[in-house]
């Protein structure tokens, strides 16, 4: 292949040198502000400023950049003579950078590897208007894509304007993949699962890839049988890492634990009342690991649709349809029993998504309350969407209430726009979450035009209760994180405490969130984990944090991630951290030291505070706890279960 000239300094890459960028390290993260620099109100949402392109993918790729992918389409910027469908976010100007990417990214899957490095991969064909198939696969008017199917792109974000995005095709899949699902694994590369390969509304046996591979690639495709049985939705197959080293998969009615080093597969039950991937787009993630539930993922799904296989038609009136308003719960390393939880949601809803924020509540937004994700031509369509009636609502989910008060709505405003099919959300540093997208159409269609559900470049942010609160300013933050090893400590002044030392002390806490790759309702590879840790009241009214490492790699697998100290329900502002070694391979598990006990002076106790109390599982250490009880947690996990051994 030959790429056009315009492309020279990015693409034309050699695959040593691709390699090299893949190996490299991310950049240092430099120290974040006190307090938020952004003024918002706690608990509502604000129009901050443009995307320039519809935010059908994005990520969070420093502190200070999110990156946003759209699909080949007429967008109103540009780059390097066409219409861009890439661009760079400063969250602190709100401007823009447009970027180039060459082949088209429609509804393409992403992960971080190990070493901070962005993947994005597959996608469609080359486009013309309307996003009709264009007669030339490798450029050319109007809008000078290449064919996407196969492509893998590379990021290393930066905050100087410097980073391109690579795709170059010495790096290619050897299969399309439209609809991918990635995950990290343990060792920071990944794991690439499933999709088809020339799209449409849902998935048929001519064209579905019910395979998995590896980046950096590790050979052929493998054959995965729940992909073989799951048709028609079971595009973007849910995928979890688990703490045992598992992946948990759900998709369409069925789900499984797979073993993906052995290539084994244990079917467990359906998943109850509705289906909750794509097409019927569930919100979805896995609940904060923390030292109190011994780092146990249980992973929650809430919404979606209830159709059966036969009924992911186009010949009836889909957008009228309700979704539905369950939430289910399971816990796959211990029970492969779902769990219902309680309560429902207030309204039935397709396209949530969720986003776990540092409080260890979860903000649920986006979606509609009828039809599915996707557009058309139809006669029934909305314009061409195949969903009606936005939920503008924002609900905060606390799994730490009793049940019947987890879902609310209590103090929370309303999204400024709709945010349908193709909007995505992604936690910040200063603990607000950035919100952009919707546009369930083939191509742009201007707010301007009169469209019920038009493309929507706009970015607004949702403050949550806390964000208007003093934040702690905690010193001696580290910029990289191991795995296990000798403690390290966190000092925090008077006036961090937010309050009476006996009381906020013994539960203030140091969390490490992965935000993940949001696309179609779906953070891929969000992860919330508290680490262990004890403390130390100081008669000035001072306190010292006594801090481990990361419990393991596949607690949090390791790559980029943001660490926030939380007291009394506030947490900093993140520091942007490296968690593990920095590279792709094996993670090195150091032996942990025990924690000092836990104290308060006489003088800084409060009634009931207990001196001797901690914020963790206790002064031994939980990451030895995990690592004893890991092996165990994975055989009980799989008792009972019918293994299909691939071919």
């Given at each position: 292949?030959?790429?056009?000239?315009?492309?020279?300094?990015?693409?034309?890459?050699?695959?040593?040198?691709?390699?090299?960028?893949?190996?490299?390290?991310?950049?240092?993260?430099v120290a974040q502000a006190a307090q938020p620099t952004y003024k918002g109100t706690a608990g509502q949402f604000?129009?901050?400023?443009?995307?320039?392109?519809?935010?059908?993918?994005?990520?969070?790729?420093?502190?200070?950049?999110?990156?946003?992918?759209?699909?080949?389409?007429?967008?109103?910027?540009?780059?390097?003579?066409?219409?861009?469908?890439?661009?760079?976010?400063?969250?602190?100007?709100?401007?823009?950078?447009?970027?180039?990417?060459?082949?088209?990214?429609?509804?393409?899957?992403?992960?971080?590897?190990?070493?901070?490095?962005?993947?994005?991969?597959?996608?469609?064909?080359?486009?013309?208007?309307?996003?009709?198939?264009?007669?030339?696969?490798?450029?050319?008017?109007?809008?000078?894509?290449?064919?996407?199917?196969?492509?893998?792109?590379?990021?290393?974000?930066?905050?100087?304007?410097?980073?391109?995005?690579?795709?170059?095709?010495?790096?290619?899949?050897?299969?399309?993949?439209?609809?991918?699902?990635?995950?990290?694994?343990?060792?920071?590369?990944?794991?690439?699962?499933?999709?088809?390969?020339?799209?449409?509304?849902?998935?048929?046996?001519?064209?579905?890839?019910?395979?998995?591979?590896?980046?950096?690639?590790?050979?052929?495709?493998?054959?995965?049988?729940?992909?073989?049985?799951?048709?028609?939705?079971?595009?973007?197959?849910?995928?979890?890492?688990?703490?045992?080293?598992?992946?948990?998969?759900?998709?369409?009615?069925?789900?499984?634990?797979?073993?993906?080093?052995?290539?084994?597969?244990?079917?467990?039950?359906?998943?109850?009342?509705?289906?909750?991937?794509?097409?019927?787009?569930?919100?979805?993630?896995?609940?904060?690991?923390?030292?109190?539930?011994?780092?146990?993922?249980?992973?929650?799904?809430?919404?979606?649709?209830?159709?059966?296989?036969?009924?992911?038609?186009?010949?009836?009136?889909?957008?009228?349809?309700?979704?539905?308003?369950?939430?289910?719960?399971?816990?796959?390393?211990?029970?492969?029993?779902?769990?219902?939880?309680?309560?429902?949601?207030?309204?039935?809803?397709?396209?949530?998504?969720?986003?776990?924020?540092?409080?260890?509540?979860?903000?649920?937004?986006?979606?509609?309350?009828?039809?599915?994700?996707?557009?058309?031509?139809?006669?029934?369509?909305?314009?061409?969407?195949?969903?009606?009636?936005?939920?503008?609502?924002?609900?905060?989910?606390?799994?730490?209430?009793?049940?019947?008060?987890?879902?609310?709505?209590?103090?929370?405003?309303?999204?400024?726009?709709?945010?349908?099919?193709?909007?995505?959300?992604?936690?910040?540093?200063?603990?607000?979450?950035?919100?952009?997208?919707?546009?369930?159409?083939?191509?742009?269609?201007?707010?301007?035009?009169?469209?019920?559900?038009?493309?929507?470049?706009?970015?607004?942010?949702?403050?949550?209760?806390?964000?208007?609160?003093?934040?702690?300013?905690?010193?001696?933050?580290?910029?990289?994180?191991?795995?296990?090893?000798?403690?390290?400590d966190i000092n925090l002044s008077a006036a961090d405490l937010l309050g009476p030392m006996g009381d906020n002390?013994?539960?203030?806490?140091?969390?490490?969130?992965?935000?993940?790759?949001?696309?179609?309702?779906?953070?891929?590879?969000?992860?919330?984990?508290?680490?262990?840790?004890?403390?130390?009241?100081?008669?000035?009214?001072?306190?010292?944090?006594?801090v481990q490492g990361a419990p393991s790699p596949t607690i949090l697998a390791p790559g980029p991630a943001m660490?926030?100290?939380?007291?009394?329900?506030?947490?900093?502002?993140?520091?942007?951290?490296?968690?593990?070694?920095?590279?792709?391979?094996?993670?090195?598990?150091?032996?942990?030291?025990?924690?000092?006990?836990?104290?308060?002076?006489?003088?800084?106790?409060?009634?009931?505070?207990?001196?001797?109390?901690?914020?963790?599982?206790?002064?031994?250490?939980?990451?030895?706890?995990?690592?004893?009880?890991?092996?165990?947690?994975?055989?009980?996990?799989?008792?009972?279960?019918?293994?299909?051994?691939?071919?």
């Amino acid at each position: 292949m030959t790429r056009p000239s315009r492309r020279s300094s990015s693409s034309k890459i050699s695959k040593k040198a691709t390699v090299a960028a893949v190996a490299s390290l991310a950049a240092v993260p430099v120290a974040q502000a006190a307090q938020p620099t952004y003024k918002g109100t706690a608990g509502q949402f604000t129009l901050v400023g443009d995307a320039g392109v519809s935010a059908q993918q994005i990520f969070l790729g420093t502190a200070n950049k999110v990156y946003v992918i759209d699909k080949t389409e007429n967008n109103p910027v540009s780059v390097a003579g066409h219409p861009a469908w890439a661009t760079e976010y400063d969250i602190n100007t709100n401007q823009i950078r447009s970027m180039d990417v060459i082949s088209n990214t429609f509804c393409a899957g992403g992960a971080v590897l190990g070493n901070g490095t962005w993947l994005n991969v597959g996608g469609n064909q080359a486009v013309t208007w309307g996003g009709n198939t264009a007669a030339s696969q490798t450029g050319g008017g109007p809008y000078d894509d290449w064919d996407g199917g196969k492509s893998v792109r590379l990021l290393n974000p930066c905050d100087d304007q410097s980073c391109q995005w690579v795709d170059n095709p010495a790096n290619y899949l050897t299969t399309r993949r439209w609809y991918p699902t990635l995950e990290t694994l343990d060792d920071g590369s990944i794991i690439i699962i499933g999709g088809n390969q020339w799209g449409g509304y849902v998935n048929d046996a001519g064209q579905n890839n019910p395979t998995y591979e590896f980046f950096p690639s590790r050979g052929a495709p493998v054959g995965l049988n729940i992909l073989n049985d799951t048709l028609p939705a079971n595009l973007f197959p849910f995928t979890f890492l688990l703490p045992s080293g598992n992946l948990f998969i759900q998709t369409n009615w069925a789900a499984e634990i797979f073993d993906y080093r052995k290539n084994v597969e244990y079917r467990i039950g359906e998943i109850p009342h509705s289906v909750r991937t794509y097409p019927g787009s569930a919100a979805n993630v896995m609940l904060p690991l923390t030292p109190a539930n011994g780092y146990t993922a249980t992973i929650i799904f809430c919404g979606g649709t209830n159709l059966q296989p036969d009924q992911w038609t186009t010949n009836w009136a889909i957008a009228a349809y309700p979704a539905d308003d369950t939430c289910v719960k399971i816990t796959p390393d211990v029970s492969q029993n779902w769990i219902d939880e309680g309560e429902t949601l207030p309204d039935g809803r397709s396209m949530g998504n969720f986003i776990l924020l540092p409080d260890e509540t979860l903000l649920l937004t986006n979606g509609a309350n009828t039809g599915t994700a996707g557009y058309g031509n139809n006669t029934w369509a909305i314009g061409h969407s195949y969903a009606d009636n936005p939920l503008m609502q924002g609900l905060i989910y606390d799994p730490n209430k009793p049940l019947g008060s987890r879902m609310s709505s209590a103090n929370m405003g309303k999204l400024q726009s709709e945010r349908m099919y193709h909007s995505s959300a992604v936690l910040l540093p200063d603990g607000s979450v950035w919100i952009s997208g919707s546009n369930p159409n083939p191509d742009y269609v201007s707010p301007d035009s009169g469209a019920k559900y038009p493309t929507r470049t706009s970015v607004e942010r949702f403050f949550p209760a806390y964000y208007d609160k003093t934040r702690p300013d905690p010193q001696n933050l580290p910029t990289t994180i191991g795995y296990g090893g000798p403690s390290w400590d966190i000092n925090l002044s008077a006036a961090d405490l937010l309050g009476p030392m006996g009381d906020n002390l013994p539960t203030a806490k140091v969390v490490l969130i992965r935000t993940g790759f949001s696309t179609h309702a779906f953070n891929m590879g969000q992860r919330y984990v508290q680490l262990n840790s004890t403390y130390t009241g100081n008669e000035d009214g001072t306190a010292i944090l006594h801090v481990q490492g990361a419990p393991s790699p596949t607690i949090l697998a390791p790559g980029p991630a943001m660490m926030f100290v939380v007291v009394n329900g506030v947490p900093s502002v993140a520091q942007w951290v490296m968690v593990g070694s920095g590279q792709i391979g094996n993670q090195t598990v150091n032996p942990v030291t025990d924690l000092p006990a836990s104290s308060i002076p006489a003088s800084q106790q409060t009634s009931g505070n207990n001196s001797s109390g901690n914020n963790s599982s206790g002064n031994k250490s939980a990451a030895s706890k995990i690592d004893l009880s890991m092996g165990a947690m994975a055989l009980c996990g799989l008792v009972g279960l019918v293994a299909a051994r691939l071919l």
